[in-house]
Each structure stands twice: as structure tokens, then as C-alpha cells.
């Protein structure tokens, strides 16, 4: 099976801020002629040598916190981005090399629409056909089929402002199927949907892959990528953390009941007593937050409490879980993903 | 929301081996000309109350208020008419590139469905020229028969040279337009005002549009130091094509300055463009 995006080395390096001059919030830096102070701090690294492959036809969810760098592969797969270094092809093609014809071969639904606002809803769909070559009758059959579809037919001749946000969402997902694209991409597609839209995108997505498109969705909804993804892979401060199916991911998962208890201040004063309770399998500290696994549930809770009062901090509240993609998750990044 | 069959959304093959559409470049060209002139034929009313407004004003002051109190001669309309069809051309074109760009790169976003089509990036750029070029010469276009009706008869007025006239119109509308796509490209939305102030209002002044060139023989220092100003081409240009019996540049001069300045601003816009469309 050939692959439909493989990256190697992927490296993207942003220059880091210019330090603000005393001028007030107003005067905002002009990249274009303002040059870089000589004791800059490093370039901040958003991406970290990346090296992904999706087969053709496969379901791939990037799953990360925020800052992790999923939108920035987004950018770079979809020719939107520069890479630093490495290299990235998708559907046969070279993204810094041969651009154009990336574009030619993928749809994208951004995290937030940007729908051309001047145009009608239908329009916008004719007008994005054009651009990809289309003639002008497949493209508006297609495009009310596809509203249609996606149900907002009804407002085909709108104007973009009368809509809300999840039509503004199916429209995005309209316009990135217009041309028949060989790869989706998906920037958080469903932030800001309500529950009942997000299922049927949900189904949408799931046709879509039944009819062997590559998709490729960036979420921090666990049970998104849970539940759509064949494959995921984890990243944080641009970096491939894990990349398996959802099944063996969970299966990585640190054994036991994960235990967090907040406190109120440093929680690496108390590791030491908490390594100590019977039960507890690892203890690690971040901020105020001590993660706790334990192979006995919530047993532990009361002399975990009782060893945070001897070192002289007061718990504030407790959460617990069971071993999930979500405690994998918070064992690989050592953060939560909202 | 329907739930969609599957078979609905898509063809049934995908593959890697399917067979790539033709996209001609001068096809999507088209396409995103006639997107752009659609959206302007839609916000024409706006369109032209903002860049019309202050040249006619200005005709109404200057070739019919003061001519008739006898504060200039008769014979300045012929100087002023040209120059005021050069400031209506370069502020539409201006403005027909600028503004949208600068709402794009702030905060829309909307042009994002044009940078994912599948042609080289700069030809998006190149585009928002053309566009804001057909603008700019309508604009100038239209001016020419309103100074005419508003100031009465102008002294030497004629359309022989029709070609020549539509040709430097065309020429200063690129340049114009070539340095919407800089500015627009280059500047920060919140100081577009300031774009208004610091840059186009001293373009327009010392643009040679309100007297000839020949006329700052007086002032030579000012004469030379307005020659980096390309609206002073384009009045000037103009000038020798529509009232050529009085003082103007040769026409050969002002469209060859036309040429390298929209050129040089092209090339500059483009490169912007670029830096800003690609992260």
C-alpha cells in the first residue's frame, strides 16, 4: 500500500518574539522590518524532527494539547507552512518541491472557518471549484448535492453571515470536498459544535473513510479520536510521543487507577511520603498537582491526604481515572488535553 | 443535520492513481478575476462614494467654485482634470488591493480558500494587481465625463489620442494597484488609518495632479524631489494624452517611469505576499 503522507526530520522553528520596546500595546512588531534583537532567545521549536506515515486510505488522528504542534504539521502538510528542515510528501508529492500539486490532491477544514464572507454559500463552493479547474455546471450540481448532503441545502443561496457556526463548519467540509480531494485534512473540526452536531460529523467522516479517503484530523477530544481514528499519534512540544491503533495505545497505558490530588502549593514536597503508601505503583509531581497510580483504586486516597497535611499542604479537590487513553496521555505529557 | 449515505459525498474510486484534473493557470486566473469583480460589482455603490468622493469634491471646488469667483484662470481646468482622473485611478486601485488584503492578513483569513488552490502562490498575488488595476481604471474612466459635465468646457480637451490615454490610465492603475499589494501586504491592520495620513494623503498633494510639473519650474528643489512620487507619471501622462496643448512631461517619458514603477512595486508586493501567506 502506498503511503499518503509520510514526513522525515520534520523540524519548524519559529523566531522567537522580538522583546517588547516600551511603546505600549499599540505598537505592535512589524515582522517585515524589524530585525531581530541580537541576544534573541532561541528560536521557539514547534515541531520537533516528526517522522509520521499514513497509509493510503487510513483514518490518522494527531492528538496533542494545545502548543503541541499539531496545527503546525496541519500547515506544513497542507503546503500552507514552511518546514525549517526534513521532508514531507503527500499523495505522491514533495510539499516544499511540488506544492501545487499537493493542493491539488487534498481538501482542508480549517480549526476556524474562514468562509469567503463576500460571497453567497453556494458561490462559495463555484468559486473554490473554479480555482481547481472545475467547469462551472459540475461544480454548482456538486455543490448543491453536497449541502444537500450535509444539510444545509436549504441555504444555498444565503449569504455566509446568516449562518452559525456548526453550517459555517459543514460548509468548510463542503468546500474541502468539492474538487474530490485524495486526502482530508481536519484542524480540530469540531470545536465549538454542539453535541448533536459533532455526531453527525461524526458520521459524515466515518463515510468518508468508508469510501477509502485518507483522512487526517487533529482533536484534543479523546473520545473523538477514540472512536474515529484507525491509528493515532501523540504529540507534544513537537514531538512523536506514541503512534499506534487506539486499542494498543490503551493497552500502553500505566496499570492502575490514576489519582490526581490538588494541592494548595508544590506538590514535589509531598512525593517522597507519597512513594511510600502501599499501593501506590508511581508518584510524580507537577505544580500543585500530584498524579498518583495506584493498583488499589481509591484506597490510597486517605493516607495520601494524611502524608500531603504532614508536609504541611491542604488538598483541594481529587480526580480519579481508570487506565484510558486519557491516563496514557497524561503519563506520556505529563499535562491533560483541555 | 442529514446523515449522509455513504455513497453520497464522493466517487467511489480513490486512489493515488487516479488521474489528476487539468488545471490550466490562466483558467484559475480567470476564476479568481471573476471573483474579485463579482464582490466589486456587488459593492459598487460603496465602492465609488469612497474613492469618488474627494476627486469631486475637489472638481466642484477647484474647476467650478473658483474659476467662477475668478480666483484662477479659466485655462486651469485643463491642467486640473487630468490630474484629478489620476487621483481618482490611484486611490480606487489603492484601495481595491489594500484594504481587502490587510483585513485577510489580520484577521479573516478568507483568503485562505485561494492560497490552497492549485497554482503557484504569487499568481494570487498577481491576480489581486489585475483586479485592482480594472478598478482603478474604471474609476478613471468615469471621472473623465463627470470633471467635463461639472466644470463646463475645458480649453484643449481631446479624445484623439483615446489609445495612448487608455493605455497610461492602464499603466498608472498597475502601478497603483502594485502598491495597494505593498501596503496591504506590509502594514499592520490597526495602522492602516495612519497609512491614509502618512502616505497617500502626501502622494495626492505632491503628486502633480492639482498643477503640472512644469508649473514647480519655481521650486526646483521640489520639482526633482517629486519625481519618486509615480502619481506625478500618471497626472502628467494623462496630460499629454487629453489636454496635450498645455505643459506636460513626454508621454514617452511618464509610461516608461509608468513601466519600472510597477514593476519595482510588483516585485516588492509579491515578495511581501509571499512571506505572508506561506508560515
Redesign the interface.
Known sequence: M?A?IQTRALRKEYPAPAPRRGRGP?A?P?P??QPRPAAARGPIVALDSLDLDVP??EFFGLLGPNGAGKTTTI?IL?????ATSGKASV??ADVASD???V????G?V?Q?P??????TVI??LE??A?????ALGTAAMRGH??L????IGDKANAKVDELSG?QQQ?LMIA?A?I??P?VLFLDEPTVGLDP??RL?LW??LR??H????TIVMTTHYMEEADQLCDRLAIVDHGRLLACDTPDNLRAQAPGGTLIELILDGDAETVVESAQIVPGTLRVEARNAVLRVYSDRRGEVIPPLIRAAEAKGRTVLNINLSTPSLETLFVSLTGRKLD | ????????????????E?V?????TG??LG??L??DL??AR??APYFLVRTLMQPVLFIVVFGFLLPKMGFVRVGYTSALLPGIIAVSLALSAIQAVALPMVQDFGW???I??????????ALIATEKVLAGAIQGVISGLIVLPVGRLIMGPIPGLTLENAVAFISITALGALTFSAIGLVLGT???P?QIGLMFSIIVAPMLMFGCAYYPWRGLDAIPVMKYAVLVNPLVYVAEGIRATITPDGPHMPILAAAGALVVLAGGFWYAGRR?FL?KA??
Do not use: C, K
Open positions: 502506498t499518503a499599540g505592535s512589524m517585515a522590518s493510503q486510505g500547515g497542507t503546503t500552507r507552512v514552511r499523495a505522491g506544492d501545487v500539486r493542493r491539488q490532491r487534498i482542508v480549517p476556524r474562514n468562509p469567503d464572507r463576500s460571497l458561490e462559495n468559486f473554490h473554479a480555482y481547481f479547474g472545475m448535492e453536497l444537500e448532503r450535509l444539510g456548526g459543514r468546500r470536498l474538487h474530490e485524495r448533536q452536531a453527525a458520521e459524515i463515510d468518508l468508508a469510501q477509502g479517503r | 443535520m442529514t446523515v449522509t449515505p455513504a455513497s453520497a459525498l464522493m466517487p467511489a474510486s480513490v486512489s493515488d487516479s489528476d484534473r487539468e488545471v490550466s483558467a484559475v476564476a479568481l471573476r471573483r463579482r464582490v456587488r459593492e479573516t483569513r478568507e485562505e480558500d485561494r492560497l490552497l488552490a492549485p497554482v503557484p502562490t506590509a502594514i499592520a490597526q511581501v512571506r506561506v508560515g
